[in-house]
């Protein structure tokens, strides 16, 4: 619901007192509005439920969710009859409405609209002493103009304007069970945790639901966007290529999912070099930071560009199945370098686990539309409000987006010819800025805070995800029959790691970790950035070790610092630290202290304050702005995921694992995993050792009596027959009543039983099962 004069302007409507509520649309035995008592417990099971102390007699548990199709709220009350007496809940009004005023909306005045099933003056009885009856609430935007919107039954439209479908309980039953299937589908169906810690699982599991509800229909098509209470309607280069992307890639293949619509950038009325780079990027201004664009985004036939027609397996070799691996510019992927015309695909909305695989890939596709012909130009780093705000700045963008595309493709390998032609177009952009620089490094605008923090003219963020980039891509040409072109983007990764600890870390006189940039004399948050990367210096892991020391300079009870010595946190910050440290191999850096054990403190610590602290269950952009952005929840997942799993695509349909077993933790499991064509589990154990084992009795040696012998762990991977029928992810609901129209919330319900794994039977086959050391990694080749 977008709204003028502002390009990023957008309705929105706090619905917490007043006639839109819903105490002031019932009575209750003639009483309106109807008294609320204090709230003394929250639930979340991916609704939310309130309970509030009884008060006049009755006692009110308040459900609230989103509609799953809809620009709707929904809310459901379930009043209990605490008191002696027989009472009725009366509805005194159906529907209620309010215009909204300035900013009026682009295409006219929009309406907030509330309705209640069922028609005026119709009673709930409720019986004394524990008599309950439930009421229902739907709010939704809607155009003002439309006459339909005068009918008090005409509020629960299929699309963005109003259909006359009536609101009716049965309607918003159907909405409350598409959420409650949605979210079961999500937490329990894919991506499952299992771990010795329940508080563990449930986190994890809401950081699922966090990132992957965050998908909204647009007029780009499906796209992720970071929501956190704001229409955002576009996707950034960091928040959706770098961190949420590589995460979705593992929740299912958006391949066979067919587009039903398509848009496609248009400069203009001037279709010039649109078989080429299409750029709309030359209709707008690169100097300035966020300029609206001058274009509009236009629809078109649904269907692929010319070249696109699959998105199935790459093969071995080149784009065209021939395996050749003749010699090539050194940063080339594909042999198509053309970026114009990507589509972006939509899927109705009955498939909620496509839409968020589609939504990812339109992430990567809508940026890639926007990349100028030359590569030595600026990206744009962020497409917002659905094509109408283009972000132009260069925070070494580039490289997020090469980072995190190359990570997608990796894991979706039917993505990599999509995907391959703008990684290349990053590529090219980072070397040819980095071929200008006398010390090898890049020069930057800022860094991904925007400004916020002082950068200088090299940051070591920009530098540090550009080197990721540069060894993922390599490792994505390597699974794609590149080898030459491997070689020659390693060749360039080992170069800027050099001048990024000769630039950052060596002529940084202040500390024994890394300067962020020339001049700076202050430790910074993304200091763990060169050992993500892969740096393996000794100075890289002692960088991650300052930020996670308990009583250091940089960890606090919300997490790493921005800067030393500030109180500002990004939790992107420290869940980065967090998973680049369950990946430093601490008997490399012959240190006495194992950066996984303390990270899994850290992680303990940080997980109970997000999810069980004083706000919603889910991590934050930063300690003060607080928004629960869907990509720090990517991000926490990925701790998981790629830090104490340690999983990571190493080649074609290829798996490394590497797990970090918590010394504490008999076993753990990542359940039903979607990655390099395949489903598979992840099972790690600790293997007990007998008396002789323990004490070396092989004669192997050792001599040393007092050494401890290295912990044995075993990795069982094994892989699942989809072609069974799949497990329902929804439970028969229970028979709803005249006066309980309403699914319950049976008392004891907990949020790990109801959104487990499915039930039914599954067909696995182990395809490795190895014993390795603490610190080890085994390769799996599906």
Not at 245 to 254: E, I, K, S, T
Not at 354 to 381: C, D, F, G, K, Q
Not at 659 to 683: H, Q, Y
Request: with cysteine.
């Amino acid at each position: 619901m977008r709204t003028s004069p502002s390009p990023r302007g957008y309705l929105t409507e706090r619905v917490a007192h007043g006639p839109l509520t819903l105490a002031h649309l019932i009575s209750l035995n003639g009483r309106r509005p109807i008294p609320l008592g204090g709230a003394f417990r929250i639930r979340q099971d991916g609704l939310l439920h309130v309970d509030h102390a009884p008060a006049g007699g009755v006692a009110i548990t308040r459900t609230f969710f989103p509609s799953m199709s809809r620009p709707s709220a929904v809310e459901v009350w379930t009043v209990t009859n605490v008191s002696p007496d027989a009472m009725a809940v009366l509805r005194v009004d159906s529907t209620t409405s309010t215009l909204n005023s300035s900013p009026d909306g682009v295409a006219g005045d929009y309406e907030v609209y509330t309705a209640v099933p069922g028609s005026v003056g119709e009673r709930l009885e409720l019986a004394p002493d524990g008599g309950i009856g439930y009421v229902g609430v739907h709010t939704t935007a809607r155009m003002a103009d439309n006459p339909s919107l005068r009918s008090a039954a005409a509020v629960a439209g299929s699309g963005p304007f109003c259909d006359d479908e009536p609101v009716t309980n049965s309607g918003l039953v159907k909405e409350m069970l598409e959420r409650q299937s949605f979210v079961r589908s999500l937490s329990g169906g894919r991506c499952v945790l299992e771990t010795p810690e329940p508080e563990v699982d449930t986190a994890f599991a809401l950081a699922k639901v966090r990132t992957g509800e965050a998908v909204f229909e647009t007029e780009l098509g499906l796209l992720h966007s970071p929501g956190g209470g704001k229409y955002y309607g576009g996707v950034w280069a960091n928040d959706q290529a770098e961190y949420a992307g590589p995460f979705l890639a593992w929740l299912g293949d958006a391949g066979g999912v067919g587009p039903d619509a398509a848009l496609k950038a248009k400069r203009g009325s001037s279709r010039e070099g649109a078989s080429g780079s299409g750029s709309i990027a030359a209709a707008e201004s690169s100097s300035s930071d966020k300029s609206p664009a001058t274009t509009r985004w236009e629809p078109v036939e649904p269907g692929l560009p010319e070249g696109d027609e699959t998105v199935q397996d790459a093969p071995a070799g080149d784009a065209n199945g021939s395996g050749d691996n003749d010699e090539r510019d050194s940063v080339e992927l594909w042999d198509n370098s053309a970026i114009a015309g990507y589509t972006r695909s939509s899927v109705l909305v009955g498939d909620r686990l496509a839409s968020i695989s589609v939504a990812a890939l339109n992430s990567y596709r809508t940026l890639a539309s926007l990349m100028p012909t030359a590569p030595a130009e600026t990206m744009a780093y962020s497409v917002e409000v659905e094509g109408d705000y283009i972000g132009r700045m260069d925070r070494g963008d580039a490289g997020c987006y090469a980072w995190g595309a190359s990570l997608y493709a990796l894991a979706v390998p039917s993505a990599a010819p999509v995907l391959t032609p703008s990684i290349t177009w990053a590529l090219k952009h980072i070397t040819s800025r980095l071929a200008q620089s006398p010390d090898g490094i890049l020069v930057t605008d800022s860094d991904e805070m925007e400004g916020r923090f002082d950068t200088g003219e090299a940051n070591l963020a920009a530098n540090a995800t550009a080197l990721a980039a540069l060894r993922s891509a390599a490792t994505l040409a390597d699974s794609v029959g590149r080898s030459a072109s491997a070689a020659g983007l390693r060749a360039k990764a080992a170069e800027l790691e050099a001048a990024i600890e000769e630039y950052f870390g060596a002529k940084n006189v202040w500390s024994n970790g890394y300067r962020y940039f020339a001049g700076c004399r202050k430790m910074r948050g993304w200091s763990a950035l060169p050992a993500a990367a892969g740096i393996e210096s000794p100075r890289a892991a002692r960088a991650v070790g300052l930020l996670l020391a308990k009583h250091g300079t940089m960890w606090t009870p919300d997490g790493v610092r921005v800067e030393a010595a500030r109180h500002d946190s990004w939790d992107r910050q420290t869940l980065v630290a967090l998973r680049t440290a369950f990946q430093i191999d601490h008997r490399r850096e012959q240190s006495d202290v194992d950066l996984a054990e303390v990270a899994m403190d850290r992680l303990r610590e940080f997980t109970t304050t997000r999810s069980f602290g004083e706000h919603v269950p889910y991590c934050v952009e930063e300690n003060y702005e607080g928004c629960q952005l869907a990509g720090e929840s990517a991000l926490y997942a990925r701790v998981w995921l790629e830090g104490v799993f340690g999983i990571a695509v190493s080649g074609r349909k290829q798996v490394r694992v590497a797990p970090r077993l918590p010394k504490t933790w008999p076993r753990m499991a990542l359940r039903r995993l979607f990655g390099c064509g395949v489903a598979f589990d992840v099972v790690v154990s600790a293997v007990e050792l007998d008396g002789d084992e323990a004490a070396g009795g092989d004669g192997s040696g050792g001599g040393g009596g007092d050494s401890v012998p290295p912990r044995l762990i075993r990795v069982v991977v094994s892989v699942e027959d989809l072609a069974l029928p799949a497990a329902s992810s929804t439970t028969s609901p229970p028979r709803a009543t005249a006066n309980s129209p309403w699914l319950p919330d049976e008392a004891g319900s907990s949020f790990r039983r109801n959104l487990g794994v499915p039930p039914g039977r599954r067909r696995l086959t182990v395809v490795s099962d190895e014993l390795i050391q603490d610190g080890d990694s085994v390769h799996v080749q599906f």
